[in-house]
T-cell receptor, first 111, second 112 residues
Framework: QKEVEQNSGPLSVPEGAIASLNCTYS??????FFWYRQYSGKSPELIMF????GDKEDGRFTAQLNKASQYVSLLIRDSQPSDSATYLC???????????FGGGTRLMVKP | DTGVSQNPRHKITKRGQNVTFRCDPI?????LYWYRQTLGQGPEFLTY????????KSRLLSDRFSAERPKGSFSTLEIQRTEQGDSAMYLC??????????FGAGTRLSVL
């Protein structure tokens, strides 16, 4: 079992809709959770991080964390074609001093 | 803030050659990380420095790979006797806060 799991997609949503991206992780000692966006051929770009259970909002993005269920999600409201990218979920565990990434979910926003 | 800088951006080499990549972190960041990413996969951790000390190494880092951060500023990653399986994007990230890592543009290695 992979440590961080994401559906590879593609997830296709129409422009203006809400895109919902999900991630599960196996290590209960994980303490910090991150979402990176990666355009094709480019490097990962940090868009959100969350440490505590609940929701965290930043503009059109909302990260949600449920440590009991070992589940983290990213909602993108009013999706735009420019949001089309691969979204990487990453988990940080202090003991490991590293980020562990999922395989990413490819999002396609259609005009 | 100039961000994390990596050079070269692209490297094409023949199997068996040695290659070296450089990473310049964000200036006030004391932590530096190397990751490798292959097509369709998320980045995989290779190694981590706090200042000049290499504190973590992945089992992915075979003895053909070596990384240094001699003065706690820039870092180099060297691959000796390259193999076709080494073809990947090599990503460097840095952080001040131990969690929040910012990535450079990466070095894409192609081994022919």
């Amino acid at each position: 079992q992979k440590e961080v799991e994401q559906n590879s997609g593609p997830l296709s949503v129409p422009e203006g809709a809400i895109a919902s991206l999900n991630c599960t992780y196996s290590d209960r000692g994980s303490q910090s959770f991150f979402w990176y966006r990666q355009y094709s051929g480019k490097s990962p770009e940090l868009i959100m991080f969350i440490y505590s259970n609940g929701d965290k909002e930043d503009g059109r993005f909302t990260a949600q964390l449920n440590k009991a269920s070992q589940y983290v999600s990213l909602l993108i409201r009013d999706s735009q074609p420019s949001d089309s990218a691969t979204y990487l979920c990453a988990v940080y565990n202090n003991a490991g001093n590293m980020l562990t990434f999922g395989g990413g979910t490819r999002l396609m926003v259609k005009p | 803030d100039t961000g994390v800088s990596q050079n070269p951006r692209h490297k094409i080499t023949k199997r068996g050659q040695n290659v070296t990549f450089r990473c310049d972190p964000i200036s006030e960041h004391n932590r530096l990380y190397w990751y490798r990413q292959t097509l369709g996969q998320g980045p995989e951790f290779l190694t981590y420095f706090q200042n000049e000390a290499q504190l973590e190494k992945s089992r992915l880092l075979s003895d053909r790979f070596s990384a240094e951060r001699p003065k706690g500023s820039f870092s180099t990653l060297e691959i000796q006797r390259t193999e076709q399986g080494d073809s990947a994007m090599y990503l460097c990230a840095s952080s001040y806060d131990k969690n929040i890592q910012y990535f450079g543009a990466g070095t894409r290695l192609s081994v022919l």
